[in-house]
């Protein structure tokens, strides 16, 4: 049995938080901060779940253990996925700030007024 | 006759197929193409009676297709002899009013060939439904049922009238068919096995998941047939063209309850709440359906509210299990399915020849129809129980089996009661009976009479033959009996065999049928009596009422749920989908915890700090970094907090073996930052800060538990690990094909795929990148007149919310238009406009460098 060393899992613990948080605000680009900060937390998770063994996975000729590379591979298609939604999400950011002169996420008038609705439209 | 062959499923693929055929015919050939819709129930009613020997003789016909075979999903079929009974219901009388059909509609009527077809889909989905033996089959068929009941019901789809019936008796049958299907689901589980026959042969071990199995597959079982509470669909129902309701509601659809009830009663009989729900329930049916058949003016709901009436007396008999009730159970089934829809199809005769079936608008019709008269006569005395129509041996039986003297009967305080209630229904059905044929027949000295032509023969013939029916078959009731003794055998017997026959000598049984028949003769000659007590009587609750109640509180609950779920904000939202996580997976996983069901590494067994003392310092890093990302409201200075996380997760990489990421993750981070810097340079510096607070509080409070809980998940996990990494292979692979970089070899080799996957992603978002920013730009050039409408149109849209609009909008927005295409600079961001020089180039060159 081999766990990710602690501080490491702790690490994990304050990027996902401060990722959330970020994500849950109104500001467009501190969402898009909320992104950036979630995809390194999910690159390091990936990284977590290899056995810990820090030679590069390298066949070099030396025989000996080396880092499990399947987890780096997929941590590096995230890296490159998570750049292209940011660079996305930065011109969505840029769009809305055009149209309304800032960047807030605003509320949904549709959802509210649904919610506002209190007697069926059609009772058949 | 051993080796009639088992051509069930190709019957139901002809009824399929010829269904498919008569919407083109009918445009051709008018309402006669019902004769061809009446070939696929006739030829398996001749089928089924070509299998009565083997089917008695105790070898029913099987076949089997699979289907699901691992899910104990198959379309298996089984003929015994209560299927045979239901059969010769649903196929034999079901062609007899196809032909009907054929002289009751006119060419011209509309959607004909629609109505031809949904009603031999209907013929097929309910020979599905007796003939199945797996509980899903008999599922999908009886929601196959349900939903061209649907159609057939809303056939005349213009009235408004006819759509409300329609979706209140789909909903209601439907609705409860979602129980009964969890309670087949709980019934296949306990027994293991999801084939009826076997469940009924085997039956699980009682308990209180058996009963609430069993009062789910019952609730579903009791809508479908109409009683009390779940009956108000049957008489609203009724809006549908007469064949289609002497079809489906008389005959066919609505006995699939019943046959339900009858299908399981071997098995279940003696478990938990199934006598008591059922004696009750079906007499209370019994008892309130007759009483309200008896007050009907429109003859048609006097047959509805006397057909709810008949099928709790059919539950009662279905489920009371014991060998006397299954023979009348048999009895009364076929009964009721030949005289009822005789009854309907002259209700049908009578309305179409006179244009209304009120009966205070009907008189001297039994002198100018005297065959219908006689007809329905017949259909009604056997409805009566009046010898020697086949109503009577049924109903002789029925009471038969809850004389206390009968064994094995329920304990004497409930046959009694049950008696008494069974004497009670007959009596209502034989004025209601008494009723329908003075009001549709008799000469009304205080009403006019209509001028009717009588009905062509061919058209009068249905039900004529129907009532014939019943008369050659209470002349002769042994044949029924053969069938019904087919089924009872299952059931526990009591001290003598009993047989459905016209005499068993002077019986108590006859007495009561003595008591009830004078009972009722008495009732409808006091008519006048009985109605003004009807009229005193207070109103019962209405169940039509509790159902409208139930949709609107079902509207009610889904509005006040929206209003406080669907805020239109998007942080509640994604707050929602955190506190999701905590609570479903999180509680389990604290759970888990708590009571050592999850191993946690101790020391020695995987515990540690770090592998790498270099750790601490870059986790400082990343810590520090974040939280402070976190907390900084001035843009740049956040931008670049991000920027160095960004470079401290590289380092992380470097120590964890990972160059290549490392490399990757300095280039991507370098590009993020630059292109956040052409951007933010744009927006305003700080960021809107929200006040500090409970709401704020609560946030901080979610996303810690959220990372939290993601990272202990993480942690267990990984330490839960068992099996080796997939990715062993990898080595020998890579050294086969020539490369030293497995991470490379992965990327570029052996996921190949994925990568260009991964490269058409980017390429996306490069292209929607550019088209988000140019598009604005040829705006700008194109359209200027517009942007006076742009300038006004975010005022209106936001003029709802509740947050005041920033003072200045609109005055930071027009002044945009006149700035020429290259100027974008010149924005009025309220930024230093000789920074903005190069903005616009800046944004493609980053576009470019993807």
Known sequence: MTAPGLLMVAAVAVLYSTGFYLLLQRSLMRVVFGIVILGHAANLSLMLTDRAITLPPLLTGKEGAISDPLPQAMALTAIVITFGVTTFLLALAYRVWLGDANDEVPADLEDRRIGRLSEPEDQS | ?850
């Not at chain 2, 077809?117 to 209907?122: D, K, N, R, S, W």
């Not at chain 2, 609203?236 to 289609?244: D, H, K, L, R, Y």
């Not at chain 2, 002349?475 to 068993?504: C, E, F, N, R």
């Open chain 2, 1 to 850: 006759m051993n080796d009639v062959p088992m051509l069930l499923p190709a019957i139901l693929v002809l009824h399929a197929a010829v269904a498919v055929l008569l919407p083109p015919l009918a445009g051709r050939f008018g309402a006669r193409v019902f004769l061809l819709a009446a070939l696929p129930p006739a030829a398996a009613a001749v089928w089924a009676l070509a299998g009565v020997p083997r089917i008695l003789a105790g070898s029913p016909p099987q076949a089997s297709i699979p289907w699901a075979p691992a899910l104990g999903i198959g379309l298996d079929f089984r003929v015994d002899a209560l299927a045979l009974a239901m059969v010769l219901l649903v196929s034999g009388v079901g062609a007899v009013i196809f032909g009907y059909c054929a002289a009751y509609f006119h060419a011209g009527e509309r959607g004909l060939g629609r109505l031809a077809a949904i009603m031999v889909l209907f013929a097929g989905s309910m020979l599905g439904v007796v003939t199945t033996d797996n509980l899903f089959a008999l599922y999908v068929f009886w929601e196959l049922t349900s939903i061209t009941s649907f159609l057939l019901v809303g056939h005349d789809d213009r009235k408004e009238h006819a759509r409300r019936a329609a979706t209140q008796a789909l909903v209601t049958t439907t609705g409860t068919g979602l129980l009964m299907l969890i309670g087949f689901i709980m019934l296949g589980a306990a027994a293991g096995d999801y084939s009826i026959s076997g469940l009924v042969a085997d039956p699980p071990e009682g308990g209180p998941w058996l009963t609430a199995a069993l009062v789910l597959v019952l609730v579903g079982a009791f809508a479908k047939s109409a009683q009390v509470p779940l009956h108000f669909w049957l008489p609203g129902a009724m809006i549908a063209p007469t064949p289609v309701s002497a079809y489906l509601h008389a005959a066919a659809m609505v006995k699939g309850g019943v046959y339900l009830v009858a299908r399981l009663a071997p098995g279940f009989a003696e478990a938990g709440a199934w006598q008591v729900l059922v004696l009750s329930v079906g007499l209370a049916t019994m008892v309130v359906g007759g009483w309200r058949a008896l007050r009907q003016d429109d003859l048609k709901l006097l047959l509805a509210y006397g057909t709810v009436s008949q099928l709790g007396f059919l539950t009662l008999l279905g489920g009371a299990g014991t060998q006397v009730a299954a023979t009348a159970m048999i009895g009364v089934l076929l009964a009721h399915g030949l005289f009822k829809s005789a009854l309907f199809l002259v209700v049908g005769i009578i309305d179409h020849q006179t244009g209304t079936r009120s009966i205070s608008r009907l008189s001297g019709l039994g002198r100018r129809m005297p065959v219908l008269a006689a007809a329905a006569g017949l259909a009604a005395a056997s409805m009566a129980g009046l010898p020697p129509l086949i109503g009577f041996p049924a109903k002789e039986a029925a009471l038969e089996a809850f004389m206390p003297s009968a064994a094995p009967a329920p304990p004497a305080a409930a046959a009694w009661a049950v008696l008494a209630g069974v004497a009670v229904g007959s009596v209502l059905t034989f004025a209601y009976s008494a009723r329908f044929v003075w009001g549709a027949f008799s000469d009304k000295s205080t009403v006019a009479e209509r001028p009717s032509e009588p009905p062509a023969a061919p058209f009068a013939a249905a039900p004529v033959a129907l009532s014939a029916a019943s008369l050659v078959l209470g002349v002769i009731p042994w044949a029924v009996d053969g069938l019904a003794q087919g089924y009872a055998h299952a059931l526990p017997a009591g001290p003598k065999p009993y047989h459905l026959a016209l005499w068993h000598g002077l019986t108590p049984t006859l007495l009561v049928t003595a008591l009830v028949v004078a009972a009722g003769v008495l009732m409808f000659l006091r008519r006048r009596a009985v109605g003004r007590l009807q009229n005193a009587m207070p109103r019962w609750p209405d169940a039509e009422y509790g159902y409208h109640m139930f949709v609107h509180g079902v509207y009610t609950a889904a509005l006040s749920v929206t209003r406080r779920t669907q805020s239109g904000s998007l942080p509640v939202y994604l707050g929602i989908i955190l506190a999701t996580i905590l609570v479903l997976p999180g509680a389990r996983l604290a759970a888990g915890l708590a009571t050592g069901g999850i191993d946690v590494p101790g020391p020695g067994e995987g515990l540690r700090l770090w592998n790498n003392p270099l750790e601490l310092v870059v986790a400082a890093v990343i810590v520090v970094t974040s939280i402070a990302t976190l907390r900084e409201h001035r843009r740049f200075p956040a931008l670049i907090l991000l920027s160095v996380l960004g470079f401290g997760m590289a380092g992380l990489f470097v120590l964890h073996g990972a160059p290549d990421l490392a490399l990757t993750l300095v280039l991507v981070e370098t590009l993020t930052t630059i292109i956040l810097v052409f951007v933010l340079r744009r927006l305003p510096t700080t960021f809107s800060v929200r006040p500090d607070g409970w709401p704020k509080r609560l946030t901080v409070l979610l996303c810690t538990a959220a990372g939290t809980f993601i990272a202990v998940s993480l942690w267990l996990m990984t330490a839960a690990r068992t099996h080796p990494p997939i990715s062993t292979g990898y080595t020998d692979l890579a050294k086969k094909a020539g490369g030293s970089n497995l991470v490379n070899m992965i990327i570029a080799d052996f996921r190949a795929l994925d990568t260009l996957g991964e490269v058409v992603v980017v390429a996306t978002a490069a292209v929607a990148v550019a088209s988000l920013v140019l598009l604005n730009r040829r705006d700008r050039v194109v359209d200027e007149p517009a942007a006076e409408n742009a300038a006004e149109a975010p005022k209106d849209r936001r003029s709802d919310e509740e947050d005041p609009e920033p003072p200045g909008t609109g005055a930071l927005a027009l002044p945009r238009h006149p700035a020429g295409p290259e100027s974008l600079g010149a924005e009025p961001s309220g930024q230093d406009p000789a920074r903005e020089a190069g903005g616009a180039d800046a944004d493609e060159g980053s576009d470019d460098d993807r």
